[in-house]
């Protein structure tokens, strides 16, 4: 009897191109609901994750492994860098020692610059005004007799502000006349301090855009944002009454940072709009708050465009699909029924625990017009504004984004 056929050998998994047939992993510097939103846009991609944070209920960890540690340990940032096919990052936090232990083992992208310059507002301010990009009057204050001379410099109303570790509208005091400017040294002095003019801004904006490896830049459209004790409410995009000059304009600022750090990846910039000009107030290098209705709202999300960037891919197009809203869940999530009744809403649960002030998720709504927009943008902040606040408390990393 003759032997039957030798079957042919199994095929290898092997990518012809070498990619690990498990699909290529992205390590991210940062667990919070950023670093889940970009997994949640890459699983789609074949992309793996693996994050390091400190918070072992970080909210990533539905996404990929968490290695939990401090963001300053290096040989944590080594671990999860190996074997990843990039490495980034989801807070601007993060110490840019720790994104260079991880270069040793994967790219990390955007270069870590980014981080340094972003994370003291002195080096920010002074980056913007070399770039030609202007910005609120400022001055640096190192101790008491440097603050009087800024307050001769900037003048009142103005806005005391800590150089490093502020976000969100912490570490900062509003001076409004000179019987402010003791308590505002007293809570803030000892830290190196920055002194802004207070702005009479109309609205504020923010711009987001994003770079390839190879250099090719794309903007979304200008987003409308609100804010409340320094924390993002609301926002809307396109923003409203924005001409084809004013949409040039906002992307020249982000693309003169790009092309300066050269900037793999999105980048936000945030901007005072004073009718007749644009202000930078300042720049986070990562995807943004602003930015969650682009999940929805735009043909290729900020996170996916952040995620092809990094990974050398093509930008997907940054359209608009009609008039998008965002509201924050801040503090608890509302009832979610009742949100999930609006037509065109789309939750966000981070599933992070509730506590007073916390991200803890979005709502975006999509509609065909502004005006529908602004309707169902309302029925949202009807739902949010009639939701108790939790009882605190219990512990977790704020994020900014
Ligand atoms: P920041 O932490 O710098 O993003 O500030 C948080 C919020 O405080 C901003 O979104 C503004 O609403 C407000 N703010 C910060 N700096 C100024 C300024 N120089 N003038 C007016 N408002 C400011």
Partial sequence: MTPPPARPPAPTRTDPAGLDPAGPVVAVLGGGQLGRMLGLAGIPLGLNFRFLDPSPSATAQAIGPVRVAALEDETAARAVATGARVVTWE????????????????????????????????????TFVRLGIDVPTFAAVDDQAGLRAALDTVGLPAVLKTRRGGYDGKGQRVLRDAGDVDGAWAALGGAPLI???????????SVLAVRGLTGETACYPLIETEHGDGVLRACRAPAP??????????????????????????LTVELFDCGDRLLANEFAPRVHNSGHWTIE????????NHLRAILGWPL???????????????????????????????LHDYRKAPHPGRKVGHVTVIADTAEGRD????????????????SPPTRGRQQSG
């Fill in 241 to 266: 009454w924005v001409d084809e000059e004013r949409q040039e304009a906002g992307f020249a600022i982000a693309a003169r940072l790009l092309t300066e750090l050269d900037y793999v990846g999105l």
């Fill in 297 to 304: 709202g735009s043909v290729t999300s900020q996170f996916e």
């Fill in 91 to 126: 807070w601007e936090g993060i110490p840019a020692a720790t994104a260079r232990a991880a270069a040793a083992h994967a790219p990390v992208r955007p270069d870590p610059r980014a981080l340094e310059v972003a994370q003291d507002r002195l080096v920010e301010k002074t």
């Fill in 195 to 205: 002194l802004e003019e207070l702005v009479p801004f109309q609205r504020e904006l």
């Fill in 316 to 346: 997907g197009a940054t359209t608009g699909r009609g008039h998008s809203g965002l509201v924050n869940l801040l503090g608890a999530l509302p009832d979610r029924e009742q949100l999930l009744a609006i037509e065109d809403a789309h």
């Fill in 375 to 390: 309707r169902r943008l309302a029925a949202v902040r009807a739902v949010v504004d009639s939701t108790p606040p939790p």
